[in-house]
Nanobody, 125 residues
């Protein structure tokens, strides 16, 4: 099984950029499709972006399309989420997720077996 650790969260102002990273260990990273989700207190976990095992196929939530970019480096076992033009509504705890049964990733949180501990992103006005 794979262990996931997110980093890169913080407090930024609206319009700023932030880059999240997710380090994977314990298993062959290339065997997992990956995703980013986010959650605010009292709400369900929300899909942000997904990427296929090879990195050639990506998918985004409409709310982040054109502002966020998901990428992966299979040689370095890392997943990234570049977030530009951040808005206060992007404030949430961001989680990376992995699953060995997916080829292209999924926008459904239930499809993923492995999750990181999350990293807080706060965007002020």
């Amino acid at each position: 099984q794979v262990q996931l650790v997110e980093s890169g969260g913080g407090l930024v102002q609206a319009g700023d950029s932030l880059r999240l990273s997710c380090a994977a260990a314990g298993s062959t990273f290339l065997n997992y499709a990956m995703g980013w989700f986010r959650q605010v207190p009292g709400k369900e976990r929300e899909f942000v972006a997904a990427i296929s095992r090879t990195g050639r196929t990506t998918d985004y939530a409409d709310s982040v399309k054109g502002r966020f970019t998901i990428s992966r480096d299979n040689a370095m076992n890392t997943l990234a989420l570049q977030m530009n033009s951040l808005k206060p509504e992007d404030t949430a705890v961001y989680y990376c997720a992995a699953d060995p049964d997916l080829l292209y990733g999924s926008n459904w949180s239930g499809a993923y077996d492995y999750w990181g501990q999350g990293t807080q992103v706060t965007v002020s006005t």
